[in-house]
């Protein structure tokens, strides 16, 4: 199935901004809704923003809302998550994800979907 692999991650002061890419290969992502999750030491992963295959409507999390955006290039493959005015509290793992399936609100069925390894991103203060 399709692979995916995350860049852009790094070291940034509060406040600032990162964008991370997502590259998948393999198979086109064009029938895919694309998705970005995150996992800090000690929590359990969590959802982060969601964009559907059309491209025509996006989720995200309650606690990123107005501060991050999802897109996707088709053409390119890639789908990229916009951070800005990040906080300390946004450090994390993040991973991209391919056609996941989820229940109840922002869960998601563990083992499902296409996964990348995801790129570290630290906000220090």
């Known amino acids: 199935q399709v692979q995916l692999a995350e860049s852009g991650g790094g070291l940034v002061q509060a406040g600032g901004s990162l964008r991370l890419s997502c590259l998948a290969s393999g198979r086109t992502i064009t029938a895919y809704n694309m998705n970005w999750f995150r996992q800090a030491p000690g929590k359990e992963r969590e959802f982060v923003a969601q964009?559907?295959?059309?491209?025509?409507?996006?989720t995200y999390a309650d606690s990123v809302k107005g501060r991050f955006s999802i897109s996707r290039d088709n053409a390119k493959n890639t789908v990229y998550l916009q951070m800005n005015s990040l906080k300390p509290e946004d450090t994390a793992v993040y991973y991209c994800?391919?056609?996941?399936?989820?229940?109840?609100?922002?869960?998601?069925?563990?083992?499902?979907?296409?996964w990348g390894q995801g790129t570290q991103v630290t906000v220090s203060s």
């Open positions: 994800a391919a056609d996941v399936q989820f229940t109840g609100h922002y869960h998601y069925v563990r083992g499902s979907g296409s």
């Open positions: 964009i559907t295959w059309s491209g025509s409507s996006t």
